[in-house]
T-cell receptor, first 114, second 114 residues
Framework: DSGVTQTPKHLITATGQRVTLRCSPR?????VYWYQQSLDQGLQFLIQ???????AKGNILERFSAQQFPDLHSELNLSSLELGDSALYFC?????????????FGPGTRLTVT | GESVGLHLPTLSVQEGDNSIINCAYS??????FIWYKQESGKGPQFIID?????DKRQGQRVTVLLNKTVKHLSLQIAATQPGDSAVYFC?????????????FGTGTRLTIIP
């Protein structure tokens, strides 16, 4: 158990809909990262927050947005969902602001868009 | 462009033998590399890392070798055990004007044969 929790574990929704994925980092960790893992694209970095502020941005679509709240939990919002958005979404947390700090991954949320 | 790739998508090794998983990267500006292990149904788990100013780093039963001349990274696992069966990813860290990004390889599936 990494100490990172993600909810829900599974999510099935229709195209065009909007969903919110939630992540609680390990106790004391200030950074939260979001990743997408699909069969054809592998693991892709989406976005990072550190202590409530956006820190780094990766291959995140404009239809996706995220935020980190004062209690350090984070939410990833996916809107106007397409079939290609079906994937595993992982959250990771670390103690510091950059990638030199070990990242601990949650169990993931499996999103299926039908 | 940036890319991280793996030479072998699958690898089967007899229990007790040593295994070597390879990874090629193309960005000479990458300053930090990480190996992750992902078991079925779980998120990636940090194994070992290495900075670009090193060529070798050892952990418990694992060794990472970095050859910057040919842009090659390898993970050696000694005396493999059934619990080593998983998908292994390499990742490279690239800093671009303060925006850091981890880029992951597609992964190698390691199967330990009892």
């Amino acid at each position: 158990d990494s100490g990172v929790t993600q909810t829900p574990k599974h999510l099935i929704t229709a195209t065009g809909q909007r969903v919110t994925l939630r992540c609680s980092p390990r106790s004391g960790d200030l950074s939260v990262y979001w990743y997408q893992q699909s069969l054809d694209q592998g693991l892709q970095f989406l976005i990072q927050y550190y202590n409530g502020e956006e820190r780094a941005k990766g291959n995140i679509l404009e239809r996706f947005s995220a935020q980190q709240f004062p209690d350090l939990h984070s939410e990833l919002n996916l809107s106007s969902l397409e079939l290609g958005d079906s994937a595993l979404y992982f959250c990771a947390s670390s103690a510091g602001p950059n990638n030199y700090y070990e990242q601990y991954f949650g169990p993931g949320t499996r999103l299926t868009v039908t | 462009g940036e890319s991280v790739g793996l030479h072998l998508p699958t690898l089967s090794v007899q229990e007790g033998d040593n295994s070597i998983i390879n990874c090629a990267y193309s960005n000479s500006a990458s300053d930090y590399f990480i190996w992750y292990k992902q078991e079925s149904g779980k998120g990636p788990q940090f194994i070992i890392d290495i900075r670009s100013n090193m060529d070798k780093r050892q952990g418990q039963r694992v060794t990472v070798l970095l050859n910057k001349t040919v842009k090659h990274l390898s993970l050696q696992i000694a005396a493999t055990q059934p619990g080593d069966s998983a998908v292994y990813f390499c990742a490279e860290n690239i800093s671009n004007f303060g925006n850091e990004k981890l880029t992951f390889g597609t992964g190698t599936r390691l199967t330990i044969i009892p």
